[in-house]
């Protein structure tokens, strides 16, 4: 069985940085793309982050130019590194990737989420 486990949430005050890890571990062909999703309190789960097999990133607007996200293909992991955090990005943050289980079968596995909390 194929499982994300995610770490590094904790309590922050505004302006400090926390860094996010995240390690699939199982029985996998490969890993294509990796992602962080978050769900603020009474709001919708948005992507934060994403980054392809090859390096290829993406953010939203509301992190660009503070968050960067990183990956190991090695080790399997994907890293979130988080600075200047802001009251508004406490929520809990889920890994997501997309495991490749055969060369030609993949599916969609998301992490149990770790809570980043950000005091003012």
């Known amino acids: 069985q194929v499982q994300l486990v995610e770490s590094g949430g904790g309590l922050v005050q505004a302006g400090g940085s926390l860094r996010l890890s995240c390690v699939a571990s199982?029985?996998?062909?490969?890993?294509?793309?990796m992602g962080w999703y978050r769900q603020p309190p009474g709001k919708q789960r948005e992507l934060v982050a994403s980054i392809t097999r090859s390096g290829g990133t993406d953010y939203a607007d509301s992190v660009k130019g503070r968050f960067t996200i990183s990956r190991d293909n090695a080790k399997n992991t994907v890293t979130l590194q988080m600075n200047s955090l802001k009251p508004e990005d406490a929520a809990v943050y889920y890994c997501?990737?997309?495991?490749?289980?055969?060369?030609?079968?993949?599916?969609?596995?998301r992490g149990q989420g770790t809570q980043v909390t950000v005091s003012s």
């Open positions: 199982g029985i996998f062909f490969s890993i294509d793309d």
């Open positions: 997501n990737a997309q495991i490749r289980i055969l060369p030609s079968q993949t599916r969609t596995i």
